[in-house]
Each structure stands twice: as C-alpha cells, then as structure tokens.
C-alpha cells in the first residue's frame, strides 16, 4: 500500500483547476465576469477553435495596478470580499479568487491592464502557474487577458474536450446569456474572425432579445413587472405561439446572473399553467433581484445553482407575477399567410390593380422606403450615415455609442478588423422599434364590451367558427372553445361545491382491483363532490347511480376509471392538480366534437361565455381556442397591397 504523501502545489492547482475551469466556456464566463465587476461597460470576447487555442477578453473597467498583478494570479487572492461575513451582502459577480489562478496553471496567459490615472499600461505573463515579468506597454483604460493553448499541460482533461464548434457553440451560447442579463453593457464576441454577437449597451432588454433571437420571437413578447415581498421580477415572456419543446429557452438571471433552478422553472410553468399543451415550454427572459442575504450562490464554482432561503416565496410571486402578465395581455394568435415573402418590396409581377394605386400611394407615404444592402466599411465617417431624423434621435445615439470603443484594446500581436456595416441595419434599426410598439399593450379582443361589436359569419367543416371584429377575421376551434367553457364553469361549481348530478338508469356497475379499491376507498368524498354517486354492489364491485349532470349520454364508466387511475399514480400529495386535471377530461368528454354540426345560437352561447372568462385563448390542455387573420394579411395575399 502507498504511504500517505502531501500533494505538491502544482499538481494541487491542477487539481483544483478542473473544478473552475471545466471547458472554454468557464474561461470565458471567469473572465467576462472579472471584466463585469471592474465596471466594464463595453466588452469584447474573440476566440479561435473553439476557444481550445485562444482565448482573448478586452474590457474598458477599472484596470488593475502593477503591484496587483502578480497577486490576482495567486490562489484565494480576490478584491470581492475580506471575510464568510462580506457573502451575505454580496453583489459582485465573483468572489472566491480562483479563477486566474485556475485558468493560469493549465494555460498561457497575458495579461494587459491600466488604470485610468496611470501614465502607461503593464504587461504581465504566466505560463502554466509560472509566473513571468511585468513590463510596461502602452495600453488604453481598462484589461485586455489572453489564454492560449488551454489544457496544454493536462493532456488527460484536453482529450475529453469536444470539438472546436461545440465548444464555441457553447461559449456562443454563454455570451448569449451574459448580453441578456446585461442590457446596459455593450457585448461583442468574435469567432474566427467573424463577429458573431453584438450589443450596444443601450440597457434595452428588447433590443437585445431582437438581436439574439430576431424578429419573430421579439414580436412575440410580453413585459413583466412585479414586485412584492422583497422580490422585483422585470423582463420578458414569450406568448404561445413561441413555445419550445424543451427548457433551452427559459432564461433566468438572479441579480443579473444566470441561473438554473428547479424551484423558478416550475414557478414559471406553473404561471403558464393553461397557456401551454403538454410537454411544450415557454420562452422567457426574466430578471430576479432580491437581497443577497436570501440567497447563496456558493454552492458550486460555477454559481450557477442557487439555494433560497425561503423558496415558497420564490414561488409564489414569480407564478404570480406571470400569471398577471399573461392575463392582461391579448393572446390571441395573429396567422401569417404568406410566411415565404423574402422582401419588402414584392416584385414588378405582383403589382396591384390600377384602381388600387392611389390608395397604395396613400399608404406608401406613411412607410420608410427599404434600404440597399451594400456594404461599407465601419469608419469614423461613414457612421454618419445612421445620422438621420428618427423621432428618438438619442436612441438612435445609443444605438452607437459603444461602436468606437468595443475594439480599443487589442493584444499588440493579434488585431481584429472591424467588420463591414450593410445599409440594411438602418433598416433592422426601425423594424426593431416597430416590433417594440407590437408588444405594447392593445385591447383585449376578447371581452364582454367587445362581444357586442363583432359579427358572426358561421360554421366552416362543422368544426371551426369564423366571426369578424374591426380589422381582423377570427377562427374558433368549436371543441377547444366550448372545453374551455365547461372546464371553467366546473371547476366553479366544483370550487363552490355545488354539485349537478343525473342519475343514470339503470346503474353504472364497475369491477375494482385491489389497489383500485383501495384508491376509491380514500378519493371517495372526491368522487361524490364531482358528481358521482357510489354505493357497494358486493365485493370490489360497485354501482355509480349519478354522474356529473354534463356527461350524462357521456362515456361515463371510461372517465370515472381514468380519474380513479390518475388518482392511484398521483396520490393525495398532488390531489388539486389531479383534480384539474380530472375536470379537465371531464370537460373534454361533455364538449361538442369537431365534425358536429351546431346551430347558430348554439355557437352565439358558447362565444357568449367564452368572452367572460379570464383567460379563453387555450382549452385546458393548452390548444389554442381562437387564432386572427389581419385584414392587411389578407390584402397583402389578394395583392391590393405590395408593402
């Protein structure tokens, strides 16, 4: 057996190393992170292969002195705190003073720093955890690090890293994360050579959710803001229409950090609870700001778990505060039918009929004219170009102001051409403000003042109701509007405990295995609260002599065995879910079919109390119930319009 033998300080940084510095990606959010807590406000990250090779993060923070230099690389060595007391007012993003000291013991790394009072910058080198000399260099304001060769010494942790586009995809991915928790902090990341992201520093979250995830999923947003028990909750939910069929697009930051948490992910779906089908998930940016004392963030090197001192109230007040936005804003989806148009402007075949033009010319002069999508190069001059009378002309400003500065600082060895501008972000620039005012807060559609104001047209495959209000053309499915109604009214009844039973003729006798029976034996009282009326018939046998006054002529015997098996999985832990969920079967089984052919008062009624209800724009599995075609939609396709 080997004798117990203290490690050496070398292979105990390399050691350690692998817990902060698992891939490219921790290198770059370490450093982006440093860069944050110097009061950076312009940061450019360039990396090549990946990352694997180079590395290299600029900032326009508060520098570091000389003397410091050699220190920032030691083990523990950090300016965030002094003692345990300083975690529980914690605001900066790092604080355990490992990073450098990790990143330096498996790569290269040189560092280039001036503080904005110094005369001259100072270059200082470390290779694998052995310290070089400081020099001095001229340097702008602020820190340029570059790590290359990364795991160059641990050969056993470089052959478990993945290829050099996953790896920079998940940096790509990381830098994503960074611009959304940080709006106010102009973001630029270059891969190869190839501008990848990059935002301005405006602090407007919808610019950046526009630039990262383009027009499509910013048009679909709502503003959230909320704040109660010493929680504030800002930021952005995506509508139904954008739902994702995984949780890659839940975007949390808790005091603007990104975060994964088990307890906000479900606050959050559970806000949608209504809103989405099964097995599909929102889109969202949210903010989280708390007191650091309610909180602990070091749970792991990464910061990313988090530990909440009270979760219910975590809770609570995001599931409400999402519930609250989606309520107040109109959901109804709006249907594109031509989703291939590739321009602006369509081309010369699709002209409009000559007794069209002169209103078409009348709606031209309140509409830009599209730019040219030629490229010049991004000089001091040729920004004038965006100098035009907008509205908000500071906006347009900020729109800017970062462009000068994000590549000051550059390693004296490696320069990054700035890339071209195309004629067409002008353009982008105005589409961007369009798609702000599409999120600002219209009528809701859906409303008993709006029910006196629009008009039925009918049935379509005795399966879908067309009716008109203003400017749009609705569609309702008739079996997901008529669920959404007799859910609602059940669950009222149900809440209230009035109880509306038919007794059927003759009985309904139902034959039980042992652990059915033993589930009817403990949900009994449940049964007979939604109707159902059960008497023994001898052994596990029983006779249902009622059932909910809706489903009677229904396929009573089929949902009563469904409920009863929902409640054998589930348990009494999660009994008022399992309930919704039981009147959510029974109002599927009580609601008219597609396919069935109804009257028009029939379809009047349902519409009728639809339009009361809080929130009718999904049935209780989450289809939609109702979705518009614009009048201008419809123009645009019949080619009265071009635009």
């Given at each position: 057996m080997n004798r117990i033998q203290v490690l050496d300080n070398n292979t105990i940084d390399k050691i350690a190393a692998g817990e902060v510095v698992e891939c490219p990606a921790s290198v770059v959010k370490e450093l982006v992170e440093n860069a944050i807590d110097a009061g950076a406000d312009a940061i450019t990250v360039e990396i090549k292969s990946g990352g694997i090779e180079y590395i290299r993060v600029t900032d326009n923070g508060c520098g570091v002195e000389p003397e410091d230099m050699a220190t920032a690389f030691l083990r523990h060595a950090t300016s965030k705190i002094t003692s345990i007391d300083d975690l529980n007012s914690l605001h900066s993003m790092g604080f355990r003073g490992e990073a450098l000291a990790s990143i330096a013991s498996v790569s290269h790394v040189t560092m280039i720093s001036k503080t904005k009072d110094a005369l001259m910058g100072h270059r200082f080198e470390i290779d694998g955890g052995v310290a070089g000399e400081l020099t001095e260099i001229g340097a702008p304001d602020g820190t340029t690090i570059v790590a290359t060769h990364l795991f160059y010494n641990v050969p056993v942790r470089r052959k478990f890293l993945k290829s050099a586009a996953a790896e920079g995809g998940m940096i790509g991915e990381l830098m994503e994360h960074l611009a959304l928790s940080r709006p106010d902090i102009s973001f630029k990341f270059v891969s190869n050579g190839k501008n990848q992201i990059f935002t301005n520093g405006a602090g407007d979250l919808h610019d950046v959710i526009y630039r990262i995830y383009g027009r499509e999923m910013a048009r679909e947003t709502i503003p959230v803001s909320y704040e109660k028990d010493g929680i504030r909750i800002d930021g952005y939910l995506g509508t139904p229409a954008i739902n994702r069929p995984n949780r890659n697009f839940e975007n949390y930051f808790l005091n603007n950090r990104f975060i994964k948490s088990d307890v906000v992910a479900k606050s959050l779906e559970d806000g949608y609870s209504g809103y989405t089908m099964q097995h599909k998930f929102p889109f969202c940016v949210i903010s989280i700001e708390m007191s650091p004392d309610e909180i602990d963030v070091n749970v792991h090197p990464s910061k990313m778990d988090v530990r909440f001192h009270d979760r219910e109230n975590v809770y609570d007040n995001l599931s409400q505060a999402v519930a609250e936005a989606l309520h107040d804003h109109e959901m109804i989806p709006e249907a594109e039918l031509d989703k291939d148009r590739r321009s602006i402007r369509p081309e010369i075949s699709e002209a409009p009929e000559p007794f069209e033009n002169k209103r078409i010319s009348d709606i031209a002069k309140t509409t830009d004219s599209p730019a040219s999508d030629q490229q010049v190069p991004l000089t001091k001059e040729n920004r004038d170009i965006f100098?035009?009378?907008?509205?908000?002309?500071?906006?347009?400003?900020?729109?800017?102001?970062?462009?000068?500065?994000?590549?000051?600082?550059?390693?004296?060895?490696?320069?990054?051409?700035?890339?071209?501008?195309?004629?067409?972000?002008?353009?982008?620039f105005t589409e961007r403000k369009a798609v702000q005012m599409e999120i600002l807060p219209k009528e809701r559609v859906i409303s008993a003042n709006a029910r006196k104001r629009y008009e039925l047209i009918g049935q379509v495959f005795n399966t879908?109701?067309?009716?008109?209000?203003?400017?749009?053309?609705?569609?309702?499915?008739?079996?997901?509007?008529?669920?959404?109604?007799?859910?609602?009214?059940?669950?009222?009844?149900?809440?209230?405990?009035?109880?509306?039973?038919?007794?059927?003729?003759?009985?309904?006798v139902i034959s039980l295995s042992a652990e059915e029976d033993e589930t009817l034996q403990k949900f009994r009282d449940y049964f007979d609260e939604l109707g159902f009326e059960i008497n023994d018939f001898g052994g596990r046998e029983y006779a249902i002599h009622t059932v909910p006054l809706d489903l009677y002529r229904k396929d009573a015997k089929t949902l009563f065995m469904e409920i009863l098996d929902d409640l054998r999985l589930r348990g009494i832990k999660d009994t008022p879910d399992v309930i919704e969920r039981v009147i959510a079967s029974m109002a599927c089984k009580a609601s008219v079919k597609g396919g069935d052919a109804i009257s028009r008062e029939q379809m009047d009624t349902v519409l009728d109390e639809l339009l009361t209800l809080n929130n009718p724009y999904h049935c209780p599995h989450g289809r939609p119930t109702i979705f518009s075609v614009s009048r201008t939609e419809l123009e645009r396709k019949f080619k009265r319009i071009v635009n």
């Open positions: 100098s035009v009378d907008f509205t908000d002309t500071e906006a347009v400003v900020k729109e800017f102001r970062n462009s000068d500065n994000s590549d000051k600082i550059e390693d004296p060895n490696d320069k990054v051409n700035d890339a071209p501008v195309r004629f067409k972000d002008l353009r982008d879908y109701w067309i009716f008109t209000y203003e400017d749009k053309l609705y569609f309702a499915d008739q079996h997901a509007a008529h669920e959404k109604v007799n859910y609602e009214r059940m669950l009222a009844n149900y809440k209230e405990h009035k109880v509306y039973k038919q007794q059927t003729s003759p009985p309904i």
